[in-house]
């Protein structure tokens, strides 16, 4: 069974920056994204990585603000959060899959994916 495990959440005002982490143990994927969700709110794609072909997608919410990233030699993926807003309040958590996907489709769509970290919380002060 995979293992994510996010990390790097935390506390900052608004026009403020972090970076997220998400180690990801036993497997290699294709398919990884971020995710958040507020309390009471669907979850919401953010970002997404094919990481064999290099592609990316973003929501168009943080386009210009976020990158995604994944490291191969350790496995890990990343988001760097810059220019945080208030309304990036949420709990993030990092995704995964080997299963085929129509990426303009399927890429920000939780149902995609098959395996989910724990969650790392983001607060933005204004």
């Known amino acids: 069974q995979a293992r994510l495990v996010e990390s790097g959440g935390g506390s900052v005002n608004t026009g403020g920056s972090l970076s997220l982490s998400c180690k990801i143990s036993r497997y290699a994927f294709y398919y990884l994204a971020w995710f958040r969700q507020e309390p009471g709110k669907e979850r919401e794609g953010v970002a997404a990585?094919?990481?064999?072909?290099?592609?990316?997608r973003y929501a168009d919410s943080v386009k210009g603000r976020f990158t995604i990233s994944h490291d191969k030699a350790i496995n890990t993926l990343y988001l760097q959060m810059n220019n945080l807003k208030p309304e990036d309040t949420a709990m993030y958590y990092c995704a995964a899959t080997n299963t085929y996907t129509d990426w303009e489709v399927g890429a920000l769509r939780d149902a995609t994916y098959d395996y989910w970290g724990q969650g790392t919380q983001v607060t933005v002060s204004s």
């Open positions: 990585i094919h990481t064999a072909r290099g592609y990316t």
